[in-house]
């Protein structure tokens, strides 16, 4: 069946715009994750979406990122006024309860 | 906190060789453990998992790995590695919280094969 899909798979923008990164995934999963994979910082956890539960946000480096999960299945992680730290792979894996993770390809942000 | 070390950031091996990729994590209760495989530009693809019962866990692609409790271990390790197993490869530990696995990777170690 059809795997994690992510959305775009590269994104160039200018420090200062808001951009929007598009996760689907496998159906039935209750949970989603995101992840931020960068050269100094390896792989970091950002936030979580589990059925119908709060998310958990713990891992969101600052109020400009945000993400939200709509219906139960497909999310969407917004960075608003982008900066050059930004700039990494933001990796999304979904999960059926208590389960391993199943991640996508990824997409790579870069800001210029 | 939880947190996963792995101590070798690169290791080189000649195809058909024996390989053991490290992994260490710290962690209060019983670990859900994890490795994972990512080829470059890719996704990260799941080669094995550790919840509970035998501690020798199989994976895909002729991979295995060991729970060790009393030495907070669970290394990689495949008995003749081929040239399409070059990639970098991660450890992690989940938190299962209502449901959902909390995942805490290591930093990741690359795998060069010559040929």
């Known amino acids: 069946g059809a795997g994690v899909s992510q959305s775009p798979s590269n994104k160039v923008t200018e420090k200062g715009k808001d951009v929007e990164l598009r996760c689907d995934p496998i159906s039935g999963h209750t949970a989603l994750y995101w992840y931020r994979q960068s050269l100094g910082q390896g792989l970091e956890f950002l936030i979580y979406f589990q059925g119908n539960s709060a998310p958990d946000k713990s891992g969101l480096p600052s109020d400009r990122f945000s993400a939200e999960r709509t219906g139960g299945s497909v999310s969407t992680l917004t960075i608003q006024r982008t900066q050059q730290e930004d700039s990494a792979v933001y990796l999304c894996a979904s999960s059926l309860t208590g389960t391993e993770q199943y991640f996508g390809p990824g997409t790579r942000l870069t800001v210029t | 906190a939880q947190s996963v070390t792995q101590p070798d950031i690169h290791i080189t091996v000649s195809e058909g060789a024996s390989l053991e990729l490290r992994c260490n994590y710290s962690y209060g209760a019983t670990p859900y453990l994890f490795w994972y495989v990512q080829s470059p530009g890719q996704g990260l693809q799941l080669l094995l998992k550790y919840f509970s019962g035998d501690t020798l866990v199989q994976g895909i692609k002729g991979f295995e790995a060991e729970f060790k409790r009393s030495q907070s271990s669970f290394n990689l390790r495949k008995p003749s590695v081929h040239w399409s197993d070059a990639a970098e490869y991660f450890c992690?530990?989940?938190?299962?919280?209502?449901?959902?696995?909390?995942?805490?990777f290591g930093q990741g170690t690359r795998l060069t094969i010559n040929p």
């Open positions: 992690a530990v989940g938190t299962l919280i209502q449901g959902a696995q909390k995942l805490v």
